[in-house]
């Protein structure tokens, strides 16, 4: 194999998938019908910005619900469920939070915990990798992955 060839394998790689296989608390409708997407380091940066709060800290439950909001597919089609805004917000006033960020813990701890094993990381890798990454200019050259990657099957 020389690196041309090494190179375009790394390029069409698909992204990691977990499938969802327990029941979330009074959803079991949905057993058997959601997955988890590994994240690429685009969408980890860009969760990242989303979970910041008003003062320009991190939020950790933000960035929670930023990370599932990006990963949570349904299995079968591999659409994303969530779009960036359904994430939500957290009046940190009164505490009150909307979107995913309001989901309970009982629902976002398994499916951040199945994130980060889509991802290869515990989940406070995945936070510790947020709070320290640099900003990373992207160019497009040749050497750009593609935009959009295939799904493989998850790995048991």
């Not at 940066?45 to 950790?60: M, Y």
């Not at 939500?88 to 976002?108: E, K, P, Q, R």
């Not at 640099?134 to 099957?153: L, Q, R, W």
């Amino acid at each position: 194999m020389n690196a041309a060839e090494a190179r375009a394998l790394l390029f069409q790689r698909k992204l990691h998938e977990v499938p969802v296989d327990f029941s979330l608390p009074d959803l079991e409708v949905l057993d058997g019908q959601l997955s988890m997407l590994e994240l690429t380091a685009g969408d980890m940066q860009h969760a990242g910005k989303l979970a910041e709060g008003p003062d320009g800290t991190d939020d950790e439950i933000m960035m929670t619900a930023a990370m599932v909001c990006k990963s949570l597919v349904l299995r079968e089609s591999k659409e994303r469920i969530f779009s960036d805004t359904d994430i939500g917000a957290i009046d940190f006033a009164t505490g009150v939070s909307s979107g995913v960020a309001g989901f309970g813990m009982t629902i976002l701890k398994p499916l951040s915990e199945l994130v980060a094993k889509a991802c290869g990381l515990t989940a406070d890798d995945l936070l510790a990798a947020k709070k320290n990454s640099p900003t990373i200019p992207v160019s497009a050259s040749d050497t750009s992955s593609p935009e959009k990657s295939e799904v493989a099957p998850a790995q048991s």
